[in-house]
């Protein structure tokens, strides 16, 4: 019979980190351990990894919920994912953890390639929020570790020091050279998003991530059928929580591209239910890690590395956390790689 147990964890930020939800210093994280009598010494390990102001399980019962499942999980085994529709960062966890039990406890969740064949992930660089000669010291450290493809988080400073920004990269790069993406982590009004589309678009964008808040699907939509350069959903995809659902969603929004956080959207059968329902539209996807430990970030790129993606991928996150766990992966430049 298979046991589950939890322990909090707070991972500390090397430096506050500026999200489109303020400023954060730390993050509290579970961590999840599956064991099997008949498997003695096999423990699987797994990490809950909730998103303050973001997940749909921030919730003040979080942990309460957490310790029910572990608790009680022979009861819940057969329809986990429907029993944790609304907690799919639990699900997430305990999704791991029964991937390694299974595997034999070595942290090797899948038979990925990124493991059997030493075949890298080529990731994007991400640009934190934060003033204009912060974001210009953190662009030029990207290039110069080798990066293709940066993703600037922007709305949070003035929009025209944002032009300025983006104007500057340019006069150095040019698309062949380097590719840009932007995440306006909704930060644009319907109103104005695209006057704001049509004066980011003179950069040569790869794509910008959810320009207005989640949930205005009509303006969306519009925004997606008549937008200068490709729209990604991101935000938009969580709580989002049936298949029917979310090929009702894409189907009225129709966007060039979206993204998929495991964390966000329950894991990795979550992410695979949106693969299906994205390929069936032939909408292009990319896969982004959501501020987990080297735990979570070291399932998600062997879960990536299975799916054969070209594209760049938002999985450079590791490096944020002074006490993060330790971790078979490793950054080359604009690869992510595994180095046992």
């Not at 147990?5 to 489109?20: D, I, M, N, R, V």
């Not at 400023?23 to 809950?48: D, Q």
């Not at 029964?98 to 969740?109: A, C, E, I």
Request: net charge negative; charged share 25%.
């Amino acid at each position: 019979m298979i046991q589950l147990s939890y322990e909090p964890y707070t991972l500390k930020f090397k430096q506050p980190s500026g999200t489109s939800r303020g400023v954060l210093k730390e993050k509290k994280i579970w961590i999840i351990s599956a064991s099997n009598a008949e498997k003695e010494g096999v423990i699987g390990t797994g990490e809950c990894n909730p998103l303050v102001g973001l997940s749909i399980d921030d919730v003040p019962n979080y942990e309460e919920k957490l310790n029910e499942v572990c608790a009680n999980f022979s009861k819940y085994e057969e329809n986990l994912y429907e029993y944790l529709i609304d907690f799919p960062s639990i699900y997430f966890g305990i999704e791991m953890a029964l991937l390694d039990l299974k595997r034999g406890g070595n942290k090797v969740y899948f038979n990925a390639p990124l493991i059997k064949f030493k075949q890298p992930i080529k990731i994007n660089g991400l640009i934190w929020m934060g003033s204009h000669e912060f974001m210009h010291d953190q662009i030029q450290q990207k290039l110069e570790e080798g990066y293709s493809c940066i993703k600037l988080k922007i709305g949070a400073i003035d929009f025209e020091q944002e032009l300025q920004l983006l104007e500057s990269i340019r006069e150095k790069y040019n698309e062949e050279e380097l590719e840009l993406r932007v995440d306006a982590n909704g930060a644009f009004s319907p109103d104005e998003a695209m006057d704001k589309l049509e004066e980011l678009n003179r950069f040569g964008l790869h794509s910008i991530e959810q320009p207005i808040m989640a949930g205005q699907y009509k303006e969306m939509a519009r925004l997606c059928k008549e937008t200068p350069f490709p729209i990604a959903l991101d935000e938009e995809l969580i709580g989002v929580k049936t298949i029917e659902e979310k090929r009702a969603l894409l189907e009225e929004i129709m966007p060039q591209y979206i993204i998929l956080k495991p964390s966000l959207i329950g894991g990795f059968k979550g992410t695979m239910e949106w693969i299906s329902v994205a390929g069936e539209l032939s909408i292009p996807w990319w896969i982004t890690s959501a501020l987990e430990s080297n735990i979570g970030l070291n399932a998600i790129a062997q879960f990536t590395s299975t799916l054969y993606n070209p594209l760049p991928q938002g999985l450079g996150t590791g490096q944020l956390y002074t006490n993060n766990i330790d971790s078979p992966l490793e950054i080359k430049g604009e690869w992510l790689t595994y180095k046992v």
